[in-house]
């Protein structure tokens, strides 16, 4: 692992949630900021225009002012009213200079303040220098005052345009920001769920592998499964993981050879007592009685019974292990499924049972081998929950993609609580015939693997709770399998090791 990748799972939930957080984070702060310079530049903008409206106003009130003093002086000539005169002039001065120093939103309000204090400061001096004329003399001075007046006013004027035009300029820039910290709201949410779309897959990779590698020991693969990567607890839980796949093959491959030796030290001695009770039966010892005759007939019958568990233990755990590989030939199944009824003719007559088959017939890519079991282990399973006389019907049906074969009993039928287990190992169900012995619960469970492995499946169907029961095969007709020169089902003889 990289140097910089954190070694544990905790550790790698922390760095994603802090990095997924971090453009959250930095998102804000910058929203904070650029909300904080609108602030001010609002602030700024609105001080401008409340000082530019205030000495605007202030300047047609100086400039009225001055002009209320200098009539009173020039009609009462009264010296103390001249100073009356010299301060409206200097406030109207001092508001002259307050507006040079703002910025107007352009250069024609500032020129005509320039205007303003000129003709104000010559209307002043003329003020100054004529003070005995009266109010004749002063009347003559009437349209300075009107003109400054009106210049003033246009200043108001043009003051007021500036408040609307710094107030549509803040209008503008919020709708900006606005529109930016929306369109960085959107690439810092992007960012987080790609941060977080990637740190999900890389804590849930490892989960991934753990959760497929238990899934394999839950179906029974126990082949070498690609090694977790990831945090270091991961990995140590995979290698865990591993231990105990690497333990359960141990296990199983000890149960195999178990049941080697067992089928060794079991089929040797059987494969004697049947060599004598065929003896026995064909009378090389002498001459049956009917009675005797009888005994032979059970053993003989109990003999293939015992074999046939015998060989269906070792054939379910090579089908599990896929020990026995699919291979490949082109089967005739009503052909098939004739051989399978003839080997079982004297379990038929045992019961007085018939088999009634119908069918066209059909021909599949599939192993011949293993379907001869799937079948035979079907048709055993009618024969005993047959009752004696009964019929069991087999019907075939074929479409383009595949074949289906029904086989049907007239037993107990299959109980509601036991159709959830009915294909799995060693189960036996509630409704067993009375005068038959007890199964090994196998059957079944080799039928389903065998379709399995040809890609097809086994349920039951079309059938009530309590007459009897309908096993449906589904098969493919081409089935991908490897090609070999031997199609026969390989089975351990009773002088395997």
């Known amino acids: 692992?990289?140097?910089?990748?954190?070694?544990?799972?905790?550790?790698?939930?922390?760095?994603?949630?802090?990095?997924?957080?971090?453009?959250?984070?930095?998102?804000?702060?910058n929203m904070a900021f650029v909300i904080k310079r609108l602030a001010r530049e609002e602030r700024q903008g609105i001080s401008m225009t409340m000082q530019v409206t205030r000495a605007t106003r202030q300047l047609a009130h100086d400039i009225?002012?001055?002009?209320?003093?200098?009539?009173?002086?020039?009609?009462?000539?009264?010296?103390?009213?001249?100073?009356?005169?010299?301060?409206?002039?200097?406030?109207?001065?001092r508001e002259l200079h307050t507006l040079q120093k703002l910025p107007f939103h352009d250069g024609s309000q500032q020129r005509l303040v320039g205007v303003i204090s000129r003709e104000e400061g010559a209307l002043y001096r003329r003020l100054s220098a004529r003070h005995s004329g009266g109010m004749k003399e002063f009347?003559?001075?009437?349209?300075?005052?009107?003109?400054?007046?009106?210049?003033?006013?246009?200043?108001?004027d043009s003051s007021n345009a500036l408040v609307d035009a710094q107030d549509m300029a803040i209008t503008r820039q919020a709708n900006l920001v606005w529109a930016s910290l929306l369109w960085q709201a959107a690439a810092v949410v992007l960012l987080s769920l790609c941060l977080a779309a990637l740190f999900s897959w890389l804590l849930n990779r490892p989960v991934r592998q753990i959760d497929h590698a238990i899934r394999c020991l839950g179906e029974g693969d126990l082949d070498a499964q690609p090694s977790v990567r990831g945090p270091v607890d991961l990995v140590?839980?995979?290698?865990?993981?591993?231990?105990?796949?690497?333990?359960l093959r141990e296990i199983d491959e000890q149960k195999l050879r178990f049941l080697r030796h067992v089928s060794h030290e079991l089929k040797t001695p059987l494969a004697s007592l049947r060599e004598g009770v065929e003896l026995l039966a064909d009378g090389v010892g002498g001459k049956?009685?009917?009675?005797?005759?009888?005994?032979?007939?059970?053993?003989?019958?109990?003999?293939?019974?015992?074999?046939?568990?015998?060989?269906?233990?070792?054939?379910?755990?090579r089908a599990q292990r896929h020990l026995d590989p699919l291979v490949s030939s082109g089967v005739e199944i009503s052909s098939l499924i004739g051989k399978v009824i003839q080997?079982?003719?004297?379990?038929?007559?045992?019961?007085?049972?018939?088999?009634?088959?119908?069918?066209?017939?059909c021909t599949l890519t599939a192993d011949q081998g293993k379907l001869d079991t799937l079948f035979e282990n079907l048709l055993i399973n009618a024969v005993r929950f047959s009752p004696p006389g009964a019929a069991i019907r087999l019907d075939m049906h074929a479409d383009k993609q595949a074949v289906e074969i029904r086989i049907c009993d007239q037993g107990p039928g299959v109980a509601d609580v036991d159709r959830p287990h009915?294909?799995?190992?060693?189960?036996?169900?509630?409704?067993?015939?009375?005068?038959?012995?007890?199964?090994?619960g196998l059957g079944l469970a080799i039928a389903q693997e065998y379709a399995?492995?040809?890609?097809?499946?086994?349920?039951?169907?079309?059938?009530?709770?309590?007459?009897?029961?309908?096993?449906?095969?589904?098969?493919?007709?081409?089935?991908?399998?490897?090609?070999?020169?031997?199609s026969r089902l390989h089975l351990p003889s009773s002088h395997s090791p």
């Open 139 to 156: 009347n003559k001075l009437l349209p300075d005052f009107n003109w400054l007046i009106r210049q003033a006013g246009t200043l108001t």
């Open 236 to 247: 140590f839980l995979g290698q865990q993981i591993d231990w105990l796949r690497q333990r």
């Open 422 to 440: 009915l294909f799995k190992p060693f189960f036996q169900g509630m409704r067993q015939p009375a005068a038959a012995s007890t199964g090994n």
């Open 1 to 29: 692992m990289p140097a910089l990748y954190p070694r544990s799972f905790s550790g790698l939930s922390l760095l994603g949630f802090a990095l997924v957080t971090l453009p959250l984070l930095a998102g804000l702060v």
């Open 64 to 93: 009225a002012t001055l002009q209320r003093a200098a009539g009173q002086y020039f009609v009462l000539r009264d010296p103390a009213l001249r100073s009356g005169m010299e301060a409206a002039n200097r406030a109207t001065i």
């Open 343 to 361: 080997r079982n003719e004297l379990g038929l007559r045992a019961k007085r049972l018939h088999v009634e088959y119908s069918g066209r017939e």
């Open 288 to 317: 049956l009685s009917a009675k005797q005759r009888e005994i032979t007939h059970i053993m003989q019958s109990n003999a293939r019974d015992l074999q046939q568990r015998i060989e269906n233990l070792l054939n379910y755990s």
């Open 452 to 486: 399995k492995l040809h890609g097809g499946e086994i349920r039951l169907c079309g059938t009530s709770e309590s007459v009897g029961a309908c096993f449906c095969v589904r098969l493919p007709l081409d089935a991908d399998l490897p090609v070999r020169q031997n």
